[in-house]
C-alpha cells in the first residue's frame, strides 16, 4: 500500500455505523474497507470518463454513414 494522507469525511451517522460494522464484519480497519470502496469507485468512474471521451472523439469524426432510421428501413426492406 503506498504512502496515506490524513482527510477528514462527514458522513451519515447510519453510513458511519455501516462502515463499522462491515469493517468488523471483514476483520479489516474502517480506514482499510473506505480506501478500498473509494479506490473500486474512482477506477469505475475513470473507465466511465475514458468511454465519454471516446464518444466525444467519434462525434467529432465526419459521419461517412447513414441515419440509424435510413438503415432500419433498408434492413427491413431487404430482410
Do not use: C, W
Amino acid at each position: 500500500m503506498g504512502a496515506r494522507r490524513k482527510a477528514t469525511f462527514y458522513v451519515e451517522e447510519s453510513v458511519h455505523k455501516a462502515l463499522r460494522l462491515k469493517a468488523a464484519n471483514d476483520d479489516i480497519s474502517p480506514s482499510d474497507l473506505l480506501n478500498q470502496l473509494l479506490a473500486i469507485d474512482l477506477v469505475e468512474y475513470l473507465e466511465d470518463m475514458d468511454d465519454v471521451a471516446a464518444v466525444k472523439s467519434r462525434q467529432k469524426e465526419s459521419n461517412k454513414g447513414m441515419p440509424l432510421d435510413q438503415f432500419i428501413k433498408k434492413l427491413s426492406k431487404n430482410g
